[in-house]
């Protein structure tokens, strides 16, 4: 438990982060769909047309069928994800994750009408702070150990790779045991949200149908769960967000260094991944 506790404070920053941007990037996908289009419009869009269709083929499946889906679908794309971390494709998942989110949710709303969008928000954290929590995890523990990788080969690239001293040897482990301890509480979240999602969570959609302010109440509790979490490392974060926009800065002005790598990597993957998913 003491090993777990470390990783994930040695990981706080990260996580802290990738939960706080995610939230946002949810809540902003949900306004931009609700409010950019509407109904027509909406059901019209490639990508929800897409999900539309995803939705089918798992609404006909019975219940066990689908914990199989689950965990098939969910644990193979967060395992690839997070074997692949060097392309920080870990972060841009929680981020692709959150965006879906607030398509699933406008979806529901123009689908069954106002009513169901509070409902259908709160059905997706009955299994969500389980699965979602997982996909954050991942994504931070797969930010910081990418972001770590690619700033010493940049400051490789200058001063040589030189001897493997013992403290390098503890950091550089360190690091692997963190990411692998993270990604594995990632997995097991993710694998543990399947069988709900399944049996509970269309129960307590019901639920939060009949009575809305339910809903909101667990919202609220789930909204506090995530403060807790992000609080932890907030500070951390601002620091290390500070330092990156500084790095960003003497970038844009033409002063490469090459401990940018981390940045400039991130940069450009980022870009690859999200105009590869919307070209």
Not at 103 to 126: D, K
Not at 224 to 238: D, E, H, N, V
Request: with cysteine.
């Amino acid at each position: 438990m003491n090993v777990l506790i470390g990783a994930l404070s040695r990981n706080s920053p990260a996580i802290s982060f990738i939960m706080l941007a995610s939230l946002i990037l949810m809540a902003l996908s949900t306004a931009y769909f609700a409010l950019a289009f509407n109904r027509e419009q909406f059901i019209n869009l490639a990508e929800v047309k897409e999900y539309d269709d995803k939705l089918s083929n798992v609404t006909t499946m019975d219940d066990w069928s689908r914990t199989k889906f689950y965990w098939t679908n969910n644990l193979g794309v967060a395992g690839l994800y997070a074997i692949s971390f060097p392309f920080y494709t870990g972060a841009n998942s929680a981020f692709l994750t959150s965006y879906q989110v607030g398509l699933a949710i406008v979806y529901n709303y123009h689908t069954y009408g106002p009513g169901a969008l509070l409902a259908f928000a709160g059905v997706i954290f009955v299994h969500g702070v389980l699965e979602l929590t997982g996909v954050f995890f991942i994504g931070a523990a797969s930010l910081r150990l990418a972001w770590k990788l690619w700033s010493y080969l940049g400051r490789a690239l200058k001063t040589g790779f030189g001897k493997m001293t013992k403290k390098r040897k503890a950091t550089t482990k360190q690091y692997l045991v963190d990411y692998i301890i993270i990604v594995a509480l990632g997995l097991f979240m993710i694998w543990l949200a399947a069988p709900i999602e399944a049996y509970l969570s269309p129960f307590a959609g019901a639920i939060f149908l009949l009575f809305p302010p339910l809903a909101l109440l667990f919202l609220g509790a789930v909204l506090l769960f995530y403060a807790s979490i992000i609080k932890r490392g907030f500070t951390p974060m601002c620091h290390a967000v500070s330092s990156v926009l500084d790095e960003a800065k003497e970038l844009l002005s033409g002063k490469w260094k090459p401990a940018h790598l981390s940045l400039l990597l991130l940069v450009i993957f980022s870009l690859l991944i999200w105009l590869g998913l919307f070209a």
